[in-house]
């Protein structure tokens, strides 16, 4: 689709769309502000394309050839948010991993968030390559909205892992949709790491199709002050012998408050397939707020799947051995959320951004 039809269905679509809501229960719901396409000028027109400097990894492609898989994934009219994200797009990313690389160097991507961006990347990875991509949103500078859509299209036997740090200061609104195509014994590794923004939404979702085809989704989300987070992890199992893991860890202090959704979807051709996910929340006062939702929908008897939650306040008597040896409250909060989250930093695979994540999660809790 040409550029400027897709900017004028998306402004169609958005004048049409219904608001987000942000209610799941009688009790269970975000205040976010409120949202007006007129206030947001930039334009589709001025759109730039910035090409990943690894010439090793990134094939070259015509922007024709590029902008096909544009809108591929991630449809322009999946909610409002998507058709303001596409008829406001400024900011262009097409990366293509070529057949059987398997480049040990990530791509690191250091977005300019210091304006309002909405930010697309594209990530086409064919048959038996592999890459690391570490995407990196942050800012000291004040902006009123972020927008970041993600598209990652998985070949047979493509791996990615796909690390996405957000630490946006001052931002009235952060929309973040990312979501993955898969094939054959693909993989795809989500690694998510949110602290910033004042109102939040995440979304993190995989389509597993093809035999083989598989995924791993880990979050940290950590809020304090009046931070409000709405986060999203799906999966749909299409085909069969997928496999989904899901599993995040809250941490929220103060007056911040998160709803965390998690769906597991297998659907009735994905015979043999798994699911697994599990949420797990720390609030550090009694006025922090974490409502969890985790949901299963099967339609298929030959599977295994299984869901579970914890929601747990910080432990006074280990706050009272840690500060008791000499530790400040702050020192001893700052070891509680370590140990809590270290399940999911383990994870990481690139040792410098496990020591990054941690020095930022250090400086979050006070």
Same mark, same amino acid.
């Given at each position: ?12 679509? @958005? ?6 809501? @942000? $209610? ?16 947001? *000028? ?19 492609? $015509? ?40 480049? +040990? ?20 990875? =064919? ?8 995407? +990196? ?10 927008? $970041? ?5 998985? *070949? ?12 946006? +200061? ?48 880990? %979050?940290?989300?950590? %809020? ?37 959704? %998690? ?22 006062? =009694? ?24 929601? %747990? ?16 409250? *702050? ?14 930093? *383990? ?11 941690? =020095?930022?999660?250090?400086? $979050?809790?006070?």
């Amino acid at each position: 689709m040409e550029l400027n039809t897709l900017k004028q269905k998306s402004i169609e679509a @958005f004048s049409k769309l219904p608001d987000y809501n @942000f $209610k799941y229960g009688l009790n269970i719901t975000l205040n976010p502000p409120k949202l007006n396409l007129n206030e947001i *000028k930039n334009s589709l027109d001025s759109t730039s394309y910035i090409h990943c400097p690894l010439n090793i990894i990134l094939k070259s492609k $015509k922007d024709k050839d590029s902008l096909d898989y544009l809108n591929s994934v991630i449809p322009f009219n999946t909610n409002k948010f998507t058709s303001l994200h596409y008829s406001e797009l400024n900011d262009f990313m097409f990366i293509t991993i070529p057949k059987g690389s398997q480049n +040990k160097e990530p791509i690191v991507l250091n977005n300019d968030t210091s304006k309002n961006t909405f930010s697309h990347v594209i990530v086409l990875a =064919e048959e038996n390559s592999k890459i690391t991509i570490i995407d +990196k949103d942050f800012s000291e500078k004040e902006s009123d909205y972020y927008s $970041k859509c993600v598209e990652l299209i998985l *070949k047979d036997n493509a791996k990615i892992n796909y690390i996405h740090l957000q630490n946006l +200061k001052n931002n009235r609104f952060n929309f973040c949709l990312k979501k993955a195509k898969t094939s054959k014994d693909s993989n795809v590794k989500w690694f998510d790491l949110f602290t910033g923004s004042d109102f939040c939404v995440s979304r993190t979702e995989s389509n597993l199709e093809k035999e083989g085809a598989s995924t791993d989704s880990l %979050g940290v989300f950590i %809020g304090t002050n009046n931070q409000q987070f709405d986060v999203n992890n799906s999966t749909k199992h299409v085909d069969p012998y997928t496999v989904s893991n899901i599993r995040v860890k809250n941490v929220f202090d103060d007056n911040s408050k998160c709803i965390y959704n %998690g769906l597991i979807r297998i659907g009735k051709n994905a015979f043999k397939s798994s699911g697994y996910q599990k949420a797990d929340a720390l609030t550090l006062n =009694e006025t922090a707020e974490v409502d969890a939702v985790p949901q299963l929908e099967i339609e298929n008897h030959d599977v295994k799947c299984s869901h579970g939650t914890t929601m %747990g306040e910080i432990d006074k008597s280990q706050m009272f051995y840690l500060m008791s040896r000499g530790l400040s409250e *702050k020192e001893s909060k700052q070891i509680i959320v370590s140990g809590f989250i270290e399940p999911i930093i *383990k994870e990481i695979p690139i040792e410098e951004i496990k020591d990054e994540v941690t =020095e930022l999660v250090k400086n $979050k809790i006070k």
